[in-house]
């Protein structure tokens, strides 16, 4: 179990002089201010490193970091926000977990950036941003290395604008959400062997195809042609949910049937209330006898309702 971070007791500067090293282990930051941890984050060492911490609507934009920074096996809760910092060195967020809003929107890495087998869950209204549109990269420009190998989007995510020109690698990265890959530049040297697991979900169809666009710029033919037969999955279910709704015309598909406690609970009464209808008013409210079973229609309840409203 974490242990709430304390300055006094935790930040041990003459030990983390001797090793060239911060390194906090097991601690939550949930209540400590987004500036204390910026200082910590800034400190100078050349390591510095939160294992197993827990933060809590982290924001520390606009920040630049020189040394090399871990947040390993991490959890960041609520709304976590990094956008526009410059990474001068080598960074990992390594297995951590993001709940909630993630921003990595416009940053710069001059490094090694490793996100790998991190997890974005869903929260309420979680969304994973790693946006890149206000980056724009010169001639000079010498592209490092990122990775998502094996990590796993449940929240939808975007890389709109980003520019993956460096050894950039999406192997075995889950995406089980929407993803945005709107405008993205991807370098010969990337690794793009995904796994998709959001069927289902609206304009998903959308995503595939603006993700093998940004692949058939670069030649990418084999997870192309793979992002097509996707496409054409979703094509086909479309089309049959299409037909199946012009041949089965609304008055032709079976009633939903009921209980006598679910018509109960759908009515705002108790069964036996039903039971004695069925004995004493046979006529008040339609039922189904199915051998021995009674069975109440959704429409005749719903027809019962708008028959007894009030004012009407």
């Known amino acids: 179990m974490a242990k709430t971070y304390n300055r006094e007791k935790h930040f041990d500067i003459d030990y983390f002089r001797a090793k060239n090293l911060a390194f906090f282990d097991t601690l939550d930051f949930s209540s400590v201010s987004n500036e204390e941890i910026r200082q910590i984050a800034t400190s100078g060492f050349p390591e510095i490193e939160f294992y197993q911490c827990i933060f809590k609507d982290l924001d520390l934009s606009g920040t630049e970091f020189h040394s090399k920074l871990r947040f390993t096996q991490c959890e960041f809760s609520g709304n976590t926000s990094f956008e526009k910092c410059i990474f001068h060195n080598h960074t990992s967020f390594m297995h951590s977990v993001f709940n909630g809003i993630t921003n990595f929107n416009n940053i710069v890495y001059e490094k090694t950036l490793d996100f790998d087998r991190i997890h974005t869950k ?5 969304y994973f941003y790693f946006r890149g549109d206000e980056v724009r990269v010169d001639a000079d420009y010498d592209p490092h290395s990122i990775s998502f190998g094996n990590a796993v989007f449940e929240t939808e ?3 709109l604008g980003n520019q993956f020109l460096g050894d950039s690698n999406f192997q075995d990265a889950v995406f089980k959400n929407k993803f945005w890959f709107t405008n993205v530049d991807f370098g010969l040297k990337t690794n793009i062997d995904v796994k998709f697991d959001c069927d289902g ?4 169809d959308k995503c595939y195809r603006i993700l093998k ?3 058939m710029r670069k030649n990418y033919t084999l997870q192309s042609h793979a992002i097509e037969r996707l496409e054409e999955q979703v094509r086909k279910k479309k089309l049959k949910t299409s037909d199946l709704e012009q041949k089965e015309p609304e008055h032709n598909k079976p009633s939903e049937l009921l209980t006598t406690e679910e018509a109960a609970a759908y009515l705002k009464l108790k069964p036996n209330t039903l039971e004695r209808w069925r004995s004493q008013y046979p ?3 339609p039922f189904v006898k199915i051998g021995r079973t009674v069975k109440y229609r959704l429409e005749d309840l719903q027809a019962f309702i708008s028959g007894n409203r009030q004012g009407s």
């Open 283 to 285: 006529h008040r409210l």
């Open 201 to 204: 979900f609206k304009d998903i």
């Open 213 to 215: 666009d940004a692949l």
């Open 157 to 159: 995510v975007s890389f």
């Open 122 to 126: 869903p929260a309420k209204g979680g």
